[in-house]
């Protein structure tokens, strides 16, 4: 279902001095320096071993197996899904999506994707439609195909029965009693109700971004989360980068005092949308529009809200920072400490039709702008003061700093940046490759953190965290209740946007006091069927 930008699962680490995010049962956390050893490693030294080691080394015994449905089968989720397969420790046993055909799918390369799936199940001619073999890969009918296939050429000696396949997923939940977890894979407007009613059912859940692209029903997950036994995972975690020399140079005084973080992104990559759509083509055949469309309100179907371009939609997506942000400030929220913020100032495109021969200004609250900044104010946590946080998105960047100006340097198109009131600091996007601008750029120094952040071999290993986490109980970094801070911000962001107002926010009664009618817009109004108590 979800068709997202690659984003590889990598390593996170974390200065000596940050403490979990606040709200987190601490007894069940895994310390956060801990874990990065161990994902360096590829391994989680739990005391879990399986009942039975049979047929060699990688060989995991069925009983001692995590049994997962997967849900979403969009482009994303299908690339996401092979190197979840080559995880000894799962044992993919359905598959859900509300689209059952490889109809109608974007992709970033027109091959790339069917050619990765030839590789992992070993079928050279593999094809996702019969009869079109440059078709773009998805749809349920594909996951299940791929999952079956992989088992069958790779992993015989299981005796895997078949996986089933489903359009809706409260029947997956219903009929499949013996589920241990899932991973959700869906578009942003399901993650929310979907992770509810899994974990109301006892299940695991390890999903993509964002917890939700509604403040209170993120919150409402994120609640549920943390009085729940179960593991949770949000997989962006696993490619933050490291704040340790960042903080290092913070905490010694290097900057002075830290008054603003920003970080910007070349996003959307894909379709902006500044008016609704108004043809009305046939559903495509396969697509159970009501299912995709799940606790939405009802509207006719169109190829411009599905796929890759739902992220551009406020009732679908949760635009550009939702999308990137949770890769490089999950990291930045955690070692700042930073928790509610009580103003989000926007600043955003806008659309002029000429209607004819006279301008008009389009009122728009239902997509994203092609580019915008937001600035959130955040207030003095303990020892550190008030800081402010600036998100940059559409090609929108940072004012060039004296510095860079000086060095006959530019801002990449990507980074991060921290001012203080003594000197800055530059790193990429992920944080990687830090460096004080008082410095020349030939004298900073350089790491390969960008490069061990991405790759197959690293979001196997995340996903075998996940595994043992699983068998042993333990929640461990990267939780929906680690993520609160970060889910409050790109709620609050698309609020802004929405809205087009300069918003105060109290945390405490979860409320925007000075324009009330922007409240709105932290909730949904959920469909008949579809309310997450009720599913």
Request: aromatic share 10%.
């Amino acid at each position: 279902m979800k068709n997202d930008i690659p984003q590889d699962a990598g390593n996170a680490s974390n200065p000596k001095d940050v403490k979990p995010v606040a709200g987190a049962d601490d007894t069940s956390q895994i310390n956060r320096r801990k874990f990065v050893k161990v994902a360096a490693t590829g391994a989680l030294a739990f005391s879990i071993v399986p009942r039975h080691v049979l047929g060699g080394t990688n060989y995991i015994a069925p009983s001692d197996k995590i049994t997962l449905a997967y849900v979403g089968c969009g482009t994303q989720g299908l690339r996401e899904m092979l190197p979840l397969l080559s995880v000894p420790g799962f044992q993919v046993t359905a598959v859900c999506d509300p689209n059952k055909y490889a109809i109608g799918y974007r992709d970033w390369s027109r091959n790339g994707l069917r050619d990765e799936i030839r590789t992992a199940i070993g079928k050279k001619d593999w094809i996702p439609n019969p009869g079109d073999e440059n078709a773009i890969p998805g749809g349920r009918e594909n996951g299940k195909d791929i999952v079956d296939a992989y088992y069958a050429n790779v992993r015989a000696a299981d005796k895997f029965k078949g996986c089933a396949a489903y359009a809706d997923f409260r029947e997956l939940l219903a009929k499949e009693k013996d589920l241990d977890a899932v991973k959700i894979m869906t578009p942003d407007h399901l993650h929310g109700a979907f992770a509810m009613a899994a974990l109301r059912k006892n299940k695991h859940v390890l999903m993509h971004k964002p917890v939700s692209n509604r403040l209170l029903e993120g919150k409402a997950v994120i609640e549920m989360a943390r009085e729940s036994k179960k593991i949770t995972h949000l997989i962006p975690w696993d490619s933050n980068g490291s704040m340790d020399q960042v903080m290092t140079w913070i905490n010694s005084g290097a900057i002075g005092t830290l008054k603003e973080v920003h970080n910007w992104t070349n996003r959307p990559v894909w379709p902006q949308y500044a008016t609704l759509p108004t043809e009305t083509p046939g559903i495509p055949d396969g697509l159970e529009w009501d299912l995709w469309l799940g606790p939405e309100a009802d509207r006719p179907y169109s190829s411009d809200y599905t796929n890759m371009v739902f992220r551009g939609w406020y009732d679908f997506g949760g635009g550009s920072m939702a999308d990137m942000g949770h890769y490089s400030l999950w990291t930045v929220f955690d070692a700042l400490q930073l928790q509610a913020p009580t103003v989000i100032e926007p600043n955003l495109s806008h659309f002029i039709d000429f209607n004819g021969t006279v301008p008009n200004y389009v009122r728009n609250d239902f997509s994203f702008p092609m580019a915008s900044s937001v600035r959130f104010k955040y207030p003095a946590n303990g020892a550190r003061p008030a800081v402010d946080l600036c998100w940059y998105d559409g090609g929108m960047r940072p004012q060039l700093p004296t510095e860079l100006l000086e060095n006959n340097e530019e801002l990449p198109a990507e980074g991060m940046m921290f001012v203080g009131d003594k000197d800055k600091i530059l790193a990429g996007f992920n944080v990687e490759n830090p460096r004080l601008l008082s410095q020349k750029k030939a004298d900073a120094p350089q790491n390969s953190q960008a490069a061990q952040l991405h790759g197959p071999e690293k979001m196997e290993a995340a996903l075998q965290l996940f595994v043992d986490a699983c068998k042993s109980g333990k929640q461990y970094p990267g939780s929906f209740r680690d993520a609160e801070h970060l889910t409050e911000a790109v709620n609050l962001y698309a609020a802004s946007l929405r809205a087009g107002r300069l918003l105060k926010y109290d945390a405490a009664s979860r409320q925007i006091t000075n324009v009330p009618d922007a409240n709105k817009y932290l909730k949904r109004e959920y469909r008949a069927g579809w309310d997450p108590a009720s599913i």
